[in-house]
């Protein structure tokens, strides 16, 4: 066995090594940068603090109030488990997503994505406009009252729901009283 033989081995585990280090570095802030959650908001938010830019999360029981006039979220809602979301006079430019909520509360909001609200409490949307699609599925209470829906909208399971003097701009199912 000649010293070249001996040593190429080992030549390759350290050239393997090296080139998966190297790569393990790389990926690292790429994943990281990706994870990265948005703002988080549990209290208010006012037109002073607002526009907000990215992803707004409510935590798991925690009450998030979007106040307007002019409060802007440039992304999407994401409301925890047992937590609320109020928005009055107030635009959300992405989609608004809670499962398992306690109350979602639109007064005078304009959701430019869409909305599902999933095994939540208290449903109530007031004078408020929806772009994109509606979709509320297993929750307690459901009120919807003079507000423009411009996606398909889909109602299921709900316990109770009312809707009244809504405007449906596509597909309306189950979504009446």
Do not use: W
Not at 7 to 24: A, C, D, E
Not at 40 to 68: D, E
Not at 105 to 122: H, L, M, Y
């Amino acid at each position: 066995m000649t010293i070249g033989q001996k040593n190429k081995p080992f030549f390759v585990i350290v050239f393997s090594t090296i080139m998966l280090l190297s790569s393990v570095a790389i990926a690292l802030p790429y994943q990281e940068a990706a994870a990265a959650p948005g703002t988080t908001c549990a209290g208010n938010i006012n037109s002073v603090s607002s526009p907000i830019i990215g992803n707004l999360i409510v935590p798991n029981g925690a009450t998030c109030t979007l106040s307007g006039p002019n409060v802007e979220i440039q992304g999407n809602v994401k409301v925890g488990k047992n937590a609320n979301l109020i928005c009055a006079d107030s635009t959300i430019t992405g989609n608004v997503v809670a499962r398992g909520s306690d109350a979602i509360t639109f007064i005078n909001c304009t959701v430019q994505g869409n909305v599902t609200i999933a095994n939540s409490n208290d449903v109530f949307i007031n004078a408020s406009t929806i772009d994109g699609k509606l979709t509320l599925r297993g929750n307690t209470e459901v009120v919807v009252l003079s507000s423009t829906i411009g996606g398909n909208a889909t109602c299921a399971r709900n316990v109770a729901q009312f809707f009244d003097g809504n405007t449906f701009l596509a597909n309306n199912k189950n979504c009446t009283l």
